[in-house]
C-alpha cells in the first residue's frame, strides 16, 4: 500500500492544481486578475464556500449543482480537475521523483491552460506563456547549477526554443504564399518558443508535423463526424496535444524511427 502513496499524492496535488488551472481558464480570457477572490456561482454570482471546494469531490456531492440556486455548474470544471490529476500522474510515472519532476509539472499546466483557452477563444494568452517560460528558464538555471551545466542547459533552451520560432516561421510563409492569408496568429509564435525551449531543438521539428497531423485529425472528426462547422481553427491544443506526447518518446528513438 505504501508503495502507491508517491502515486496518490502525486493525483491529488494535480486536482489541487487542476482547480486553480480552472480559474486561469476562466478569468484570463475575461481579463480578471486571478487574485481577486474567491470563486462564484457563473449563474446566482454567490461566493463559492470553501466546503464546496473540493476537487471533483464536491462536485459530485452537489449533483453538479450550487447549493444556494440549484443550476447546473459545468462539467468542465471537474473534467479540467480530472484531467490534471490524470496528467500530473503521467508525467510522475515518466520522471518519477526526479529533479526534473517539477518543471515537467509546469510544462503540462501551461499546456493544459492554453490548450482550453485556444479551443474556446482562439486566443494564446501571453501572461501564460511569459509565466511558463520564466519558470522553466529558472528551472534550466537551477538545474545547470545543481549539474554544473548552467551555460550547456540555457543555450539548449534558446536554441530549442529559436528552432520553434524558425519552422513555424517557415510554414506561416510558405502558407501565406500559397493561399495569401496568414495561416498562424503571434501566439502560435510565442507557443513554439515555449515548446521548443523545454523540448529541444529536434522534437521542435517533429512537434509541428506531429501537430499537423492531430490538427488535421481533429479537424475531420468534427467536420465528418460530428456534421460541425468550424469557421475558426485553433491550432495552440494540437501543438500542446504533440507536445505532451513527445514528452515521454525519446529523441533517440525518433531518430531510430526516421532513419
Not at 491544443?237 to 525518433?254: D, H, Q, V
Request: charged share 15%; net charge positive; glycine share 10%.
Amino acid at each position: 500500500m505504501l508503495y502507491y502513496l508517491p502515486q496518490v499524492f502525486i493525483f491529488i496535488f494535480g486536482l489541487a492544481i487542476g482547480s486553480f488551472l480552472n480559474v486561469c481558464i476562466l478569468r484570463i480570457p475575461a481579463k480578471k486578475k486571478i487574485s481577486e477572490g474567491r470563486s462564484e456561482c457563473p449563474e446566482c454570482q454567490n461566493k463559492i464556500r470553501f466546503y464546496d471546494n473540493f476537487p471533483v469531490l464536491s462536485w459530485v456531492l452537489l449533483g453538479g449543482k450550487c447549493r444556494n440556486c440549484k443550476n447546473p455548474i459545468s462539467k468542465i470544471y471537474p473534467f479540467g480537475e480530472l484531467l490534471t490529476g490524470i496528467l500530473f500522474l503521467t508525467v510522475f510515472y515518466k520522471f518519477g521523483l526526479t529533479k526534473n519532476l517539477p518543471e515537467a509539472l509546469i510544462f503540462v499546466s501551461v499546456l493544459l491552460v492554453v490548450s482550453f483557452i485556444d479551443f474556446e477563444h482562439q486566443i494564446i494568452p501571453n501572461v501564460v506563456l511569459l509565466i511558463g517560460t520564466v519558470m522553466i528558464f529558472m528551472s534550466r538555471l537551477i538545474l545547470g547549477f545543481l549539474d554544473g551545466m548552467v551555460f550547456e542547459n540555457l543555450l539548449a533552451f534558446l536554441l530549442g526554443g529559436g528552432f520553434g520560432i524558425g519552422i513555424i516561421a517557415f510554414h506561416f510563409f510558405l502558407f501565406f504564399f500559397l493561399t495569401k492569408k496568414a495561416g498562424f496568429g503571434m501566439g502560435d509564435f510565442k507557443l513554439m518558443f515555449f515548446l521548443g525551449g523545454f523540448l529541444g531543438g529536434f522534437k521542435a521539428v517533429v512537434l509541428f508535423f506531429l501537430a499537423s497531423f492531430i490538427g488535421i485529425f481533429i479537424f475531420l472528426v468534427f467536420k465528418l463526424l460530428l456534421k460541425r462547422e468550424i469557421s475558426k481553427f485553433a491550432f495552440g491544443p494540437s501543438l500542446c496535444l504533440a507536445a505532451y506526447c513527445l514528452i515521454f518518446i525519446e529523441t533517440k528513438k525518433i531518430v531510430g524511427l526516421l532513419t
